[in-house]
């Protein structure tokens, strides 16, 4: 059996008399471990070894086992390939109010309810039934005002009566009394959306091919932003469920910043959806997932963890925006949702759609091997136009500040934050009523060094990657080969003394827009003004309110927001993601302009987006001015290959950490060539070896950290020498040194 241990092993455990055998597999125990009690899952039988006494099972704790066949399966699938123990695993795919033997699961909340069982349509009948029964007649008229149910205890206060009267009027047969669970999910009081219009010709044929897909097929929607992909979705479900009664499950990244998408499910398919989100308490989550367990709810709709729903019969799932990164799972198991939904659909011989404008080079790659079906909705729905994007190059724009501006003056920071044409853009829409949104992408990490005259970005002579500007001591490093030089004076490119530090922030924009434009109303959306649990969705609700002029944000603005009075989209700078020292940077940066362009103009007004940047010649630039995936992938996948990176390779970053530093650095070390030795003892000739070295955020929470990369051609050696590692690799017991495994890793930071 597995158990909630960060431990590479299984127990075995003896099943006493009195419990019926076989356990079926995924049924949870409980166990008594280290002296305490703990909830275990049950993997099968097995042979017990010699010689050792076994403990007894203390209780059985499911009647039908918590985790069906196929998600067990896919818990076994991510432990192995993520290199994760089992336990761990096994217990991240189910309610936290399930797998904990200490505090009794919260039990979920029952109410009593009273139903209306009689209908009595004319006044006549009314009249008589209530002649002698006034009370009756008022709880009657309350239950019928309010939809025919209502909770006992809430009507007896309206209709300020004993409870006498209710249990009078169910031996009368005219209402029915029972306990029913309260659904305590806080998104049942948002209104669904009106439902949606008739699919177009181009929609109706992905719907077509979808659903005559084999089990187990993958499907890329490439549809382009605005194209539609959300009825795609409705029309592929409402066929899974109704025309062959199976169940669905539906993966966007964020609840909070989709509820648009969410609000659109639900008006279609109203209480037939759970919506797993993490504003979710423990009961509320349990509620939920007992729900979709019994089978009163079809589809699941979450972020990541939606993907271990416990439906049956699951015939689609469904991966919107299948690009975002936040797929990926920060902590142990550090699974991929996109992945892990394959493994999953394939069990239970499911269809897999993947939708998105931008898609990852992952599944691009994956399409172009013949390993998933590409489906393109190559137009925006009902006549709508992409919007025209213009760029401006803020050299230039600077430039012609700088000669305006007073000499005596201090350096001003914000000067050349907004151009000409992009101030000129927002008055106008103030003017007439519309809408803009203004992206500024900047995290709270360390800056980069730039010429501001012609854009140079100092690059490691060794890496195709930016230096990143440490201050103490001050130097700039190269985070993957260690390569370190002193902070130039100068530009290397032009000699320009014009080199600064960039850190432009949204709250610096903010002000600038408030002095710029004092009449407007600004609303910023970034993780300093989103702490609240509903507070993502409240912003956006009042976007679509028409409450708002301007909302300026990070990537937060840029999923999926459908607002047709939005006609003007900028980007501050489109460069705070290009320099970033990953190998994914280009493409970051390629979706996240795409796809807060793709915002703009999506009703009858059209739109138009505005791109700042310093490097309008980079790819990723480039083609999203075109709105052109292809030539942006063509281009990103040929810089893959030397040297090589995914979907070329397979990964898998080994992360060092620990409170002291030199002791930090000296694990990663050891480490690393504990690894190598491993390589040449055993021959691994298809393993590269890339560090140690620390890492570009080199110090989280009061943690050093180093990594080290490894590279292989072939995943199935790549899962054992993970697996190894992270099994195997020592590391001593001081400073709370840690060594993890993060296979397909999205983020090198
Ligand atoms: N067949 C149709 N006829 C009319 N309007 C449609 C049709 N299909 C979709 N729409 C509308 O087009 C808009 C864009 O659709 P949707 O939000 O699903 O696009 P999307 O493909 O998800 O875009 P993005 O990738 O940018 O999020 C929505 O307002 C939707 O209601
Ligand atoms: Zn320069
Ligand atoms: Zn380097």
Redesign the pocket.
């Known amino acids: 059996m597995a158990l909630a241990a960060p431990l590479f092993r299984t127990f075995t455990y003896r099943v006493p008399d009195g419990i019926a055998v076989p356990i079926a597999p995924g049924t949870r125990v409980l166990v008594s471990f280290r002296n305490r009690p703990e909830i275990g899952i049950c993997l099968g039988a097995t042979v017990p070894p010699d010689g050792i006494t076994l403990k007894p099972i203390q209780a059985v704790v499911d009647d039908v086992p918590s985790l069906p066949a196929s998600l067990l399966h896919t818990g076994k699938w991510i432990a192995d390939w993520y290199a994760a123990p089992l336990g761990l695993t096994l217990r991240s795919m189910l309610p936290t109010a399930l797998t904990s033997a200490k505090a009794p699961a919260p039990a979920s909340r029952t109410q009593r309810m009273v139903r209306i069982v009689m209908d009595l349509p004319s006044l006549l009948q009314r009249e008589q039934t209530f002649a002698r029964a006034k009370q009756q007649r008022v709880v009657y008229d309350l239950l019928e005002a309010q939809g025919g149910a209502a909770p006992l205890e809430s009507l007896r206060i309206q209709a300020n009566c004993s409870a006498g009267v209710f249990t009078a009027m169910a031996k009368r047969g005219l209402v029915d009394i029972r306990d029913e669970v309260q659904q305590r999910d806080p998104f049942a009081d948002r209104a669904g959306t009106l439902p949606?219009?008739?699919?177009?010709e181009a929609?109706r044929e992905a719907v077509r091919a979808i659903l005559a897909g084999d089990p187990g097929q993958v499907f890329l929607l490439h549809?382009v932003?605005?194209?539609?992909?959300?009825?795609v979705y409705i029309e592929v479900l409402r066929a899974v469920l109704q025309q062959r009664d199976k169940t669905a499950i539906v993966l966007v990244p964020e609840i909070a910043l989709t509820s648009q998408?969410v609000d659109r499910f639900r008006g279609a398919f109203g209480d037939d959806v759970a919506v797993l989100h993490s504003g979710l308490s423990d009961g509320e989550r349990l509620d939920a997932w007992q729900s979709l367990r019994r089978g009163e709810r079809r589809i699941a709709v979450g972020a990541r963890s939606a993907l271990f729903a416990p439906l049956e019969r699951v015939g689609v799932v469904i991966v919107d925006e299948e690009h975002e990164s936040s797929y990926k799972q920060s902590e142990t198991p550090r699974y991929h949702a996109r992945e892990a939904a394959i493994v999953r659909a394939r069990a239970e011989g499911a269809v897999v759609v993947l939708g998105?404008?931008t898609p990852s080079l992952e599944t691009w790659e994956r399409a172009d091997r013949g390993q998933a079906i590409r489906l393109t909705?190559p137009d925006r729905?009902?006549g709508?136009q992409l919007p025209p994007v213009t760029v401006v190059d803020m050299r230039v724009e600077l430039k012609q500040a700088v000669k305006e501006r007073n000499p005596n003056a201090p350096f001003d920071e914000t000067l050349g934050v907004f151009s000409k044409s992009l101030l000129v853009a927002l008055e106008q829409r103030l003017v007439r009523g519309e809408q803009s949104l203004l992206l500024l992408n900047r995290r709270g990490y360390s800056s980069f060094m730039q010429c501001n005259a012609c854009g140079d970005v100092p690059v490691c002579p060794h890496c195709s990657i930016s230096l990143t500007y440490h201050r103490v001591p001050e130097m700039l490093v190269c985070h993957y080969c260690q390569h370190q030089q002193p902070v130039p004076a100068v530009c290397a490119q032009c000699s320009a003394d014009t080199m600064r530090r960039r850190g432009l922030g949204t709250q610096q924009v903010e002000r600038v827009l408030s002095e710029r434009f004092p009449e407007a109303r600004i609303a910023r959306m970034d993780v300093d003004t989103t702490s609240g649990k509903w507070a993502h969705t409240q912003i956006l609700d009042r976007v679509g309110r028409g409450e708002v002029d301007i909302l300026l944000g990070t990537q937060m603005i840029a999923k999926?927001l459908?607002f047709?009075n939005v006609t003007l989209v900028g980007v501050v700078d489109a460069d705070t993601g290009l320099n970033l020292p990953d190998f994914r940077a280009a493409e970051r940066t390629f979706q996240l302009v795409s796809?807060v362009a793709?915002r703009a103009g999506?009703g009858p007004k059209g739109g138009d987006v505005i791109i700042q940047t310093r490097m309008p010649n980079s790819h990723a630039i480039r083609h999203a001015i075109t709105h052109d995936v292809t030539g942006f992938v063509r281009e990103e996948l040929g810089a893959r290959r030397m040297p090589a990176y995914p979907p070329f390779v397979s990964i898998a970053n080994v992360l060092v950490s620990g409170l002291d530093q030199a002791a930090t650095a000296a694990t990663a070390v050891a480490a690393a060539s504990w690894v190598q030795r491993l390589v040449e003892r055993q021959g691994l000739r298809d393993l590269v070896f890339v560090g140690p070295a620390p890492c570009p955020i080199d110090r989280i929470k009061d943690r050093w950290r180093w990594h080290f990369l490894l590279k292989s051609s072939q995943p199935k050696l790549m899962t054992r020498v993970a697996r190894y590692i992270a099994e195997r690799c020592p590391v001593p017991k001081m400073h709370e040194l840690r060594l993890t495994v993060d296979r397909d890793p999205v983020s090198l930071l």
């Open positions: 949606p219009p008739n699919p177009s929609q549809g932003t605005g194209s539609g992909k959300t009825l998408t998105s404008a909705l729905a009902a709508a999926g459908d047709p796809q793709g999506r």
